[in-house]
Structures are given as structure tokens and as C-alpha cells.
Nanobody, 117 residues
Framework: VQLQASGGGLVQTGGSLRLSCAAS????????IGWLRQGSGKEREFVAK????????YYAQSVKGRFTISRDNAENTVYLQMNSLKPEDTAVYYC???????????WGQGTQVTVSS
């Protein structure tokens, strides 16, 4: 199983980015996929999750209303649209497979998001 995150970069406060997570080696539409992030010197934290069908989505309170998670099962890809970015969103963003409730595995390599003030 491989997940590859991409789309990170440097943006100014208030800007937008769209992250992509391309998966291979698994029956993609059998699994929920999550985005998590880890800022420098901080614990990894949950950002968003999407159910296997895409019908249900869940967000951390800190990103609700600004971030949108979606998936294209035909393309084995999950997206994270991030709007109104804040400096506190700066982190390495990872996608991962939810193997059981709130437990993630098969981490991608991460993509750096830096929001300048």
C-alpha cells in the first residue's frame, strides 16, 4: 500500500492550497482516508476524514468551515481544499488509511504547508 501526498507550498495568510493524496495497492473505496498534520515541535493532529463512499466527512474544529475534504474513487485520490489559511496551519500534512476507528496506517511521505503572516 502506498499513499503519496502532494500540493503543499508557501502561501500568505488568507490564501488557498489544494492537497492531493494518491493511493495504490489497496481497494481504495473500501477505506476511509484521513488527513493529519504535524507542526514543528508539536504532536500530530487530526485534520479531516472522509468515509469510503465520500458520503460522510469529519473535521477538526480548528479547520471546520475553511477546509473541505473530498475523494474521487475512480482516480484513487483524496483531496483537501484549504481556504483562508492561517499561520497556525503551517505543518507537514499527511494522508493515511483509517484501518480502524481513529487509527491510521500506511502513511504517505507528507507535504509541507507553510503559511506566512
Amino acid at each position: 500500500v502506498q499513499l503519496q501526498a502532494s500540493g503543499g507550498g508557501l502561501v500568505q495568510t488568507g490564501g488557498s492550497l489544494r492537497l492531493s493524496c494518491a493511493a495504490s495497492g489497496l481497494t481504495f473505496d473500501d477505506y476511509a482516508i484521513g488527513w493529519l498534520r504535524q507542526g514543528s515541535g508539536k504532536e500530530r493532529e487530526f485534520v479531516a476524514k472522509i468515509s469510503y463512499s465520500g458520503k460522510f466527512t469529519y473535521y477538526a474544529q480548528s479547520v471546520k468551515g475553511r477546509f473541505t475534504i473530498s475523494r474521487d474513487n475512480a482516480e484513487n485520490t483524496v483531496y483537501l481544499q484549504m481556504n483562508s489559511l492561517k499561520p497556525e496551519d503551517t505543518a507537514v500534512y499527511y494522508c493515511a488509511v483509517e484501518v480502524s476507528t481513529s487509527t491510521y496506517d500506511y502513511w504517505g511521505q507528507g507535504t509541507q504547508v507553510t503559511v506566512s503572516s
